[in-house]
């Protein structure tokens, strides 16, 4: 069975600083790999995905992803922290092989200081 | 504007009163799915539809039923809720349910309490 792992519930950041945002994942096929934010009273908006075209995947709001087989992780940088970006965020991973389920990890709330 | 609607955004209920929330979709997506949300758990998938008629359950399914009876809505069902059902609710629709046509959009989600 797929499971995702986010290290850290709460990752604070100064504006300006780098944001890093681990996530692991557990798959016995190749996986399609998935980034989610969801600002405060909002729904989750895609960041970015991988879907095996390309290791190194570049979303929106500066935002990119690293997929490593070896290490099954696909953490989420962004170079320079804006105040902007305070959000939840989560990872999700879905089966290549089967139907559409998301298997998300518990989410990483960001929170940015000046 | 492509977006997956959800009503009502915030119901408070009481215990056994049955409740529907609605969700519309009109991107023509194949696939919708429901999802809960409750902290340190992240999303969990409750019902999914595949097409019209076509339904199944998912991770946590008891106490929900769904229907889909036309491919842009999927409405969400509690025939009897029990303040266990107290979360965050999100209606997700995407265009196919395998390779590339999986990228999910979300509603803006329902907030339900259960006292």
């Known amino acids: 069975a797929q499971s995702v792992t986010q290290l850290g519930s709460h990752v604070s950041v100064s504006e300006g600083a780098l944001v890093l945002l681990r996530c692991n994942y557990s798959?016995?096929?190749?996986?399609?790999l998935f980034w989610y934010v969801q600002y405060p009273n909002q729904g989750l908006q895609l960041l970015l995905k991988y879907t095996s075209a390309a290791t190194l995947v570049k979303g929106i709001n500066g935002f990119e992803a690293e997929f490593k087989k070896s290490e099954t992780s696909f953490h989420l940088t962004k170079p320079s922290a804006h105040m902007s970006d305070a959000a939840e965020y989560f990872c999700?991973?879905?089966?290549?092989?089967?139907?559409?389920?998301?298997?998300f990890g518990a989410g990483t709330r960001l929170a940015v200081h000046p | 504007e492509a977006q997956v609607t959800q009503n009502p955004r915030y119901l408070i209920t009481v215990t056994g009163k049955k409740l529907t929330v609605t969700c519309s979709q009109n991107m023509n997506h194949e696939y919708m799915s429901w999802y809960r949300q409750d902290p340190g758990l992240g999303l969990r998938q409750i019902y999914y539809?595949?097409?019209?008629?076509?339904?199944d359950k998912g991770d946590v399914p008891e106490g929900y039923k769904v229907s889909r009876k036309e491919k842009r809505n999927f409405p969400l069902i509690l025939e009897s809720p029990s303040p266990n059902q107290t979360s965050l609710y999100f209606c997700?629709?995407?265009?196919?349910?395998?390779?590339?046509?999986?990228?999910?959009?979300f509603g803006q989600g329902t907030r339900l309490t259960v006292v």
């Open positions: 997700a629709s995407s265009l196919g349910y395998t390779g590339l046509n999986t990228e999910a959009f």
């Open positions: 999700a991973v879905i089966s290549s092989g089967g139907y559409n389920k998301l298997i």
């Open positions: 798959s016995s096929v190749p996986p399609y």
């Open positions: 539809s595949m097409n019209v008629e076509v339904t």
